[in-house]
């Protein structure tokens, strides 16, 4: 704490040409619970400790893979008073396939900040089910013996389920995908699957999935990405029945279209040395949420937001709802 409010001392008050001075509406595109939320009140916590008097009011607007959110937040005012913390993916590139009907925004419209935090996206399954590890799930969803419901509570989630079906060459005609608004919703899905009612398989981040890991209410089958973790190092790597899954929950500090550079700012310098504080560091680690330096200014979040939808667009853009 001592090092942070020692960053933060480093930026005069009287350096910002705009700062609150009412509280300001940050709207969650899921229902509560998700990586978005619990990243960005970490950040508000934290900040609060070092004596800021920003008020923070969170109000949670599920629907339409986050789109109504969005919605919401490319019609308020660029007055510094309403900000969103937004799914990468949704955001950027699912919207574009899978909501193109109910967002009024391009991809690119709004004013990006920063990115709070990333999660690599898990399969869960539930511990009914007899699939225990990824070749086992590559084989089923290859030549199903019976219907199949599969849990997803986001654009990331559903892009990690169509990443797999693609790779194993799974049989669509027998897995059904079932949407949830956000992954808490998709958790408990899984976790309530008896056979008749819940959903057998999910796909969430790990940071969402974890605390249910640990309790037995769900069975970790793999991990995305190309590392195993270590604080589930036993569990295998989807990468070996689809390489290349590189998919996590990833979310971003988003303020309106035509936000004026001088409320850029004092977010961009309000919170990225919260994000990059021991204090976050702790929190992240213990929740196995990863940042990456370089997406930690608005210009840095916008190479990285081309980067992603150069790779992912163009695989997804033909998929059917």
Known sequence: MKRLLAILLLVPALAFAW????PVKVIIGTAPGSGNEISFRELAKILESTGDKTKFVVENKPGADSAIA?????????DGYTVAVLSHMSLWITNDVWEAGVKKYNYDSFSEVLTTGKSPLILIASPKSPINTPKEFAQLIHKPTRPINFA???GAHRTGYEYLMAKTKGDKSQVQFIIFNGPNPTLLSVAQYDGKSGTEFGMIPVAIAKPFIDAGKVKAIGVAGERKLAQLPDVPLLNDIAPGINVYGAWVLTLPPNTPKEIVDWYAKTFAPIVRSDEYKK?????????DER???PQGVQVYRERLRKTFYPVLKDIKQ
Request: proline share 7%; glycine share 8%; charged share 20%.
């Open 152 to 154: 997803i509570g986001g």
């Open 19 to 22: 700062e609150p001075t009412q």
């Open 295 to 297: 997406e930690l200014t």
């Open 70 to 78: 969005a919605n919401t937040l490319y019609e308020a005012a660029p």
């Open 283 to 291: 929190w992240r680690e213990d929740n196995l949420i990863t940042i």
